[in-house]
C-alpha cells in the first residue's frame, strides 16, 4: 500500500533560517507522482509543486526548493530565508499515475512556525 | 470568482439535523472530491466524481451522502451526524485526462463542521 510520511510534526524557526521538510514515501509502482501543498490558517491547501517519479533533477523556485532521491525515496522540502508568512502546515502527497480519477496519499503534514 | 469555493465557511449542527456542504469549481474540471481532516490525522478521501459519476467511495458512513449534478458543483448532504465527524471538510477539483496538468488537485478553502 502507498504510504506518505512526514516525521516532523512541527518544526519552529526565527525569520530568515533556512528549514528543511522531510518527506518519505512509500510505493510499490514505477510510476508515481509527489506532490507538496501548503495550507495556510485560511485552511485552503495551496498546490506547490509536483514531481514524476522519472524525473529526479531538483527543482528551485524563488526560495523553494525540492530535492527528489528515489534511491532512498525521499522529496524534502527546503526553504530558503523563512519568512513569517511561510508558517503553514506542509502536506506531502502520492499519487498513481494511472487512468481515472486520481487518489492522492497525503502524509500527516508538518507545522512550520516562523517567528519574527 | 476564480479556483473552488466552499460553502457556508463554518457549520454548527446537532446530531438530529440535515444540512448540506456546496462546492463549486470555476477550472473547467471534470474530476471533483470530498476529503475530510480531522486533528491529528490524514487528510481522508471520501468520495469522487469523474463527469458526475461516482468513481470512489472510501468506506464512507451512509450519514454523509454526496451529489454532483454536473462537473462543476458538488454536495455533500449531512444527515444524523456524530460528534467525531466534526471536522474540516475539503473540496478539490482536477482535470483528468492524458494532457498535463492532469492529476493536479486544486483545493477550497474547506467547511469548517461541529457537531454537537
Known amino acids: 500500500a502507498q504510504k506518505v510520511t512526514q516525521a516532523q510534526t512541527e518544526i519552529s524557526v526565527v525569520e530568515k533560517e533556512d528549514v528543511t521538510l522531510d518527506c518519505v514515501y512509500e510505493t510499490r509502482d514505477t510510476t508515481y507522482y509527489l506532490f507538496w501543498y501548503k495550507q495556510p490558517p485560511s485552511g485552503e491547501l495551496v498546490f506547490l509543486i509536483r514531481r514524476n517519479s522519472f524525473d529526479e533533477q531538483n527543482e528551485i523556485s524563488g526560495r523553494y526548493s525540492w530535492n527528489f532521491q528515489k534511491s532512498t525515496s525521499s522529496f524534502n522540502f527546503t526553504i530558503t530565508a523563512s519568512q513569517v508568512v511561510d508558517s503553514a502546515v506542509y502536506f506531502c502527497a502520492l499519487s498513481e499515475a494511472q487512468g481515472g480519477s486520481e487518489k492522492l496519499v497525503f502524509g500527516k503534514g508538518t507545522k512550520l512556525t516562523v517567528n519574527p | 470568482e476564480t479556483g473552488v469555493t466552499q460553502t457556508p465557511r463554518h457549520l454548527v449542527m446537532g446530531m438530529t439535523n440535515k444540512k448540506s456542504l456546496k462546492c463549486e469549481q470555476h477550472l473547467g474540471h471534470n474530476a471533483m472530491y470530498w476529503y475530510k481532516q480531522s486533528a491529528k490525522k490524514p487528510l481522508e478521501l471520501m468520495f469522487v466524481?469523474?463527469?458526475?459519476?461516482?468513481?470512489e467511495n472510501n468506506s464512507v458512513p451512509s450519514r454523509f451522502s454526496p451529489e454532483c449534478p454536473n462537473s462543476s458543483h458538488l454536495f455533500l448532504h449531512l444527515h444524523t451526524l456524530q460528534p467525531e465527524d466534526s471536522a474540516l471538510y475539503l473540496c478539490?477539483?482536477?482535470?483528468?485526462?492524458?494532457?498535463?496538468?492532469?492529476?493536479?488537485?486544486?483545493f477550497g478553502a474547506g467547511t469548517r463542521l461541529s457537531v454537537l
Open positions: 466524481y469523474n463527469f458526475k459519476e461516482q468513481t
Open positions: 478539490a477539483s482536477s482535470q483528468d485526462g492524458v494532457q498535463d496538468p492532469r492529476i493536479i488537485q486544486y
